[in-house]
């Protein structure tokens, strides 16, 4: 990562660290962001539904007014705000389609973002679609309580981006990221899940610059109060795994560090229509903002 001094160059780096897809926001390449959007998902994350058509909706308010160094300082950035408000559509297909034991699904996210930063060197404000994820998985079900998937997701470059922004809605660059993920649901008892994801970003290819690859983990743990509601506590952890590199070399003490934890509620209907919601508040910070945010999730069937 570049050494952060606070001039018109390196505020433009400051403020490009918003996460577009779903609240958070990293010290990366300017205008980069990780490309899984940690801390969005929160129960049921691992259990694959019926054969059928779903569609989910994501929302998220994330704001930050601290950036911190790679030892986890604030570095105190005169007048450093982010706020990044998203809307995610993920469409859902599972087609009854067996993989051995398993059920097939594949999907799609389109995030809407709005961004906002503002550094000593500028103010920016954008609105727009970010980076497109597609991908597939196969999802066991080893019991009525406990659930599995595994899959991976392409992490596409389709939002606009530019060297020269405060602000930018993609990474200009892809990413492939394999996942696990687990459900353990008891309406009257412990309900437990997790997704962990592993991400090999490529090179953004305009920059030479190619941010390290990065290991991280949503989860949530709860208690059912019945058939309908859950009450716990969720969060996320993520470790970038490798330093940035750019022309093939490697930037020393790059690598982005971050974890969060919060209350946690989920609704569930009984007619399919199933609502979670989540404040998290990030710690343990470094190489990136830190913040807190809203999440909210809901399962919506066609």
């Known amino acids: 990562m570049k050494k952060m001094t606070i001039n018109q160059g390196t505020s433009a780096v400051l403020a490009s660290l918003a996460l577009l897809a779903a609240g958070s926001a990293q010290a990366l390449e300017s205008g980069s962001t990780p490309a899984y959007p940690n801390g969005s998902e929160s129960f049921l994350m691992g259990a694959v539904p019926p054969p059928g058509f779903y569609s989910l909706l994501y929302v998220s308010s994330y704001s930050a007014n601290r950036l911190n160094d790679s030892q986890g300082n604030n570095l105190n950035v005169p007048g450093f705000r982010i706020r990044a408000n998203a809307i995610a559509a993920r469409f859902a297909w599972v087609p009854g389609v067996k993989v051995g034991d398993g059920d097939l699904v594949l999907h799609t996210i389109v995030p809407l973002l709005n961004i906002s930063a503002r550094t000593p060197g500028g103010s920016q404000t954008r609105t727009g679609v970010g980076d497109v994820t597609v991908g597939g998985a196969v999802g066991f079900h080893h019991s009525p309580n406990f659930h599995t998937a595994f899959g991976v997701d392409w992490h596409l470059d389709t939002g606009s981006w530019s060297q020269s922004n405060i602000v930018n809605l993609g990474n200009n660059h892809k990413a492939i990221e394999p996942i696990f993920a687990f459900s353990y649901i008891d309406p009257k008892g412990l309900n437990a899940d997790m997704r962990v994801g592993y991400s090999f970003n490529q090179k953004n290819k305009a920059t030479g610059y190619r941010s390290g690859d990065d290991f991280h983990f949503d ?80 399962i919506l069937p066609f």
């Open 219 to 298: 989860y949530s743990v709860g208690w059912g109060l019945g058939p309908k509601w859950v009450l716990g506590v969720g969060g996320y952890y993520y470790q970038q795994v490798k330093n940035d590199r750019q022309g093939g070399v490697e930037l020393a003490s790059s690598k982005t560090r971050a974890m969060s934890i919060g209350p946690a509620l989920k609704y569930d209907s009984g007619t399919g229509w199933i609502f979670t919601v989540k404040w998290e508040k990030e710690f343990a910070v470094r190489n990136k903002t830190q913040g807190s945010a809203l999440q909210i999730k809901a």
